[in-house]
């Protein structure tokens, strides 16, 4: 009996431990580049492995292939999105979201996001520098980042938005959760936010105290529908209910009961900014021992980092440009 108590216990520690990982969306990005915080957090908010000096010079050589597409672009600001952790078995590469601003308050291209600070438990705002918006990640050897461009009307009210913080405070919401409900305003993830600030942006949603309950409503209108996130095992389900900041009580019962979530990604949020202003443009990168592949365009790269025609193709040895795949 105490065996089979034990294996009770260690499979919900699995699946405790695997929920927490798999839906981590943004929690304690900062704790990546602030050791202080990171010494802070719980056990749960504190997974990242310590990089070696070999990944972290790869991970530095990325983001400087980064800036260096953000800076040529000739805009001064950009939705970016990156791979964290390893959701592949939900079908999502993408995590985590921030707006990167050529004039950031912090050091150039930036990366303005919300953050759950596990230590004080609450959500708050946090300008990243892009080397450390990268090493925000869980596989330091393969990893991919999204450059969403817009065109000069949509591009230059998002910057005013975002670059005004007490109108983007208005939209951080009072309590975290990772799975955060997309039409719920009892909590709220970093992508929530920032698909908010896009509503505050383009939607004149207002910056008040009522300002998320009219940006969604904004977004409602606009037809912005996040696909579900099939967790498809009720042992995940249930193992959520052990996390603190994965929240069950702002997602309706139906959905529940279908084990499925209805949050913001980076992936709809893309999707969404495409129907909404057909011209935007975007840059996909990623990096892989050895080599950064950069492509144009909105097809995705394929898994594993494999260059395609048409793609630029960066030596991470010499930082030198390779011809462009025949």
């Not at 953050?115 to 705002?125: G, I, Q, T, V, W």
């Not at 300008?127 to 450059?147: P, R």
């Not at 799975?179 to 908010?196: D, F, G, I, P």
């Not at 443009?281 to 950064?292: D, M, N, S, Y």
């Amino acid at each position: 009996m105490a065996s089979r108590t034990r294996s009770a216990a260690g499979d919900r520690g699995a699946a405790v431990a695997l929920i927490a990982r798999a839906l981590a969306l943004c929690t304690l990005v900062a704790a990546a580049t602030t050791a202080q915080a990171g010494a802070a957090s719980g056990r749960l908010c504190s997974w990242q492995q310590p990089l070696t000096a070999a990944e972290q010079d790869q991970l530095l050589s990325f983001a400087a292939v980064v800036r260096d597409e953000l800076a040529a672009s000739g805009q001064r600001v950009a939705i970016v999105s990156r791979s964290g952790l390893n959701l592949a078995r939900f079908g999502i590469r993408y995590s985590h979201a921030g707006i990167s601003l050529a004039s950031s308050p912090n050091t150039p291209w930036s990366v303005r996001q919300l953050y759950y600070a596990c230590a004080e438990r609450r959500p708050r705002l946090y300008d990243q520098g892009l080397a450390g918006f990268v090493y925000g990640t869980d596989n330091a050897a393969l990893g991919y980042l999204s450059i969403v461009l817009l065109p000069p009307d949509a591009a230059q009210s998002l910057e005013r938005a975002a670059l005004d913080t007490p109108r983007a405070l208005t939209l951080l919401g009072d309590d975290y959760s990772a799975n955060a409900h997309v039409y719920s305003t009892r909590y709220q993830n970093c992508n929530q936010w920032l698909v908010e600030l896009l509503a505050l942006a383009w939607g004149d949603a207002g910056s008040d105290t009522g300002a998320r309950v009219r940006a969604q409503q904004w977004l409602a209108a606009q037809g912005y529908a996040p696909p579900p996130v099939d967790v498809g095992s009720r042992a995940l389900m249930f193992a959520a209910g052990f996390v603190p900041w994965l929240r069950m009580d702002d997602h309706p019962a139906d959905d529940l009961y279908a084990m499925r979530f209805r949050t913001s990604l980076p992936a709809s949020i893309e999707h969404f900014v495409r129907a909404q202003v057909p011209s935007a443009q975007r840059i996909e990168l990623c990096h892989a021992p050895g080599r950064v592949v950069v492509r144009r365009g909105w097809t995705p790269i394929a898994d594993g980092c494999v260059a395609d025609a048409g793609d630029r193709v960066v030596a991470l040895d010499t930082m030198a440009a390779a011809s462009p795949v025949p």
